[in-house]
């Protein structure tokens, strides 16, 4: 679709993931780097966090070594920091996302986007055996565009073409990109910036 007429907020990419600790903040700092995204917003849930908060406080957002840091010193010029209990998250995210203007390009990290908003283009980081899917992870698969299969660790053990298959029929319309070193992960983040791009630009939202 071409979202130039309908949407009210910034393009979204959704980086979204199996389980904790599978780098969704390492490619969503990524992406905001390399596609010049001008907007970020994490959205967790948690202990970390008063639940139901929208975190906007520069100081807050931009201490290094956090999540919210990461994207803004990859170059987003206004992040936010969503956390919220599943019954309230829409009401959250779409609060959120009215602080941003109508124009640019949106990175959100966390499943919740893949499944609340509607992502132009939703990555999936997939690390873990589907056994050990966190519960938000399945949903987010459905919905991918492209899933990164990292078999560098807890995946190195299984079938890479069973799995692939396994991939594919969960998630139908994604491209599957499998890599098992740091040389093939590097070459894969470049082919998810250069696919995002392709897909933005041909969507009209570039």
């Known amino acids: ?16 993931s199996s389980s904790r600790k599978a780098g969704k903040s390492a490619v ?12 970020g917003l994490k959205v967790s849930s948690g202990s970390h966090a008063p639940a139901g908060s ?19 010193e990859a170059g987003a010029s206004r992040v936010l920091w969503v956390h ?15 602080v941003f ?6 990175v959100v990290e966390g499943n ?7 992502p132009e283009y939703t990555v999936f980081l997939m690390a873990v055996p589907f056994d050990q899917f966190k519960p938000s992870a399945l949903p987010a698969l459905e919905r991918a565009d492209l899933v990164l299969v990292d078999l560098t660790g807890a995946l190195g053990e299984l079938e890479p073409t069973s ?32 696919l995002i791009r392709t897909h933005l630009s041909l969507g009209g939202f570039v």
């Not at 929208?54 to 803004?72: A, E, M, W």
């Not at 919220?84 to 009215?98: D, F, K, V």
């Not at 919740?112 to 509607?118: I, K, T, Y």
């Open 1 to 16: 679709m071409n979202g130039r007429a309908s949407r009210k907020h910034p393009a979204i990419i959704a980086v979204t």
């Open 84 to 98: 919220a209990e599943p019954g309230r998250l829409n009401a959250q995210l779409q609060r959120a996302l009215a």
């Open 163 to 194: 799995l692939e298959a396994e991939v594919n029929r969960l998630a139908p319309s994604a491209i599957v990109i499998s890599y098992d070193d740091d040389a093939g992960r590097k070459n894969t983040l470049a082919e998810t910036a250069r």
């Open 54 to 72: 929208l975190t906007t406080d520069p100081k807050v957002i931009s201490r290094k070594g956090t999540d919210t840091g990461k994207l803004v």
């Open 101 to 106: 203007p109508e124009k640019g390009l949106l």
């Open 112 to 118: 919740s986007a893949a499944v609340h908003l509607d």
């Open 28 to 39: 969503a700092s990524y992406l905001v780097r390399e596609l010049g995204a001008e907007f």
